[in-house]
């Protein structure tokens, strides 16, 4: 099973016309490979529900404790789709953009049984602080954030970031990845070419991750 986890908005009116999350192209490519696919929406988006991952204020800005709402949220969605019958429950992949990226490494941080891997596309949080690019709220909490999760995360992880990133741009998301290695985690780093757009989105194409995203699951056999 692989469960794909949005991104989120700490601006109340945008959380509630987010609309429901599909991520075609991902959704797409891991049932082409013999997986269930899940893409749940969380408490506090669109649908409504209490919203579990108010990250707080920019100069005081907690991170892990957004991070791991959102991995409350995620656990809830495995402990379902676990009891369906159509389900392997110890081959489970978390994949995630952005904010459900960072909540992903949350929850396999925790090392639940039957989670193998994390995928995260363009994790973080506070990116366009203020409406604008290149302008992340405390990126230093960020860091040290990740860093938290790196101690107990034990499983196998793939980071995809483009270069065109202006949520996230690559020395941020470098810095990311070896506070989370030093930690104790594990992580392949993958930094893409820039990418038509906006590069925070590049979970909705599969032709630049494609090859990398393969060969890094069947590592996994």
């Not at 649908?47 to 707080?56: H, R, V």
Request: some cysteine; aromatic content about 10%.
């Amino acid at each position: 099973m692989a469960i794909i986890n949005h991104g989120s908005e700490q601006d109340p009116a945008r959380r509630k016309r987010s609309p429901f999350p599909e991520f075609a192209s991902l959704t797409q490519w891991f049932v082409r490979h013999g997986y269930v696919v899940v893409v749940p929406q969380r408490p506090g988006h669109g649908g409504g529900g209490p919203y579990l991952e108010d990250q707080g204020g920019c100069e005081d800005a907690n991170y892990l404790k957004a991070a791991n709402g959102a991995a409350d949220s995620i656990a809830s969605a495995v402990a379902y789709m676990k009891q369906q019958s159509f389900v392997q429950p110890e081959w489970i992949i978390l994949a995630g953009h952005s904010a459900g990226a960072l909540g992903s490494l949350a929850y396999a941080a925790r090392q639940p049984q039957g989670v193998r891997a994390v995928v995260n596309f363009a994790g973080g949080r506070g990116g366009h602080h203020l409406n604008r690019p290149l302008n992340n709220c405390a990126p230093e909490r960020l860091i040290a954030a990740v860093g938290r999760l790196g101690r107990t995360s034990r499983v196998p992880t793939l980071w995809i970031y483009a270069q065109n990133d202006t949520y996230f741009p690559p020395a941020l998301s470098q810095e990311m990845v070896v506070a989370f290695t030093n930690a104790g985690g594990h992580a392949d780093y993958e930094l893409l070419a820039p990418l038509p757009g906006e590069g925070h989105f590049a979970i909705q194409t599969t032709t630049e991750w494609s090859d990398v995203l393969e060969k890094f699951l069947a590592a996994l056999q």
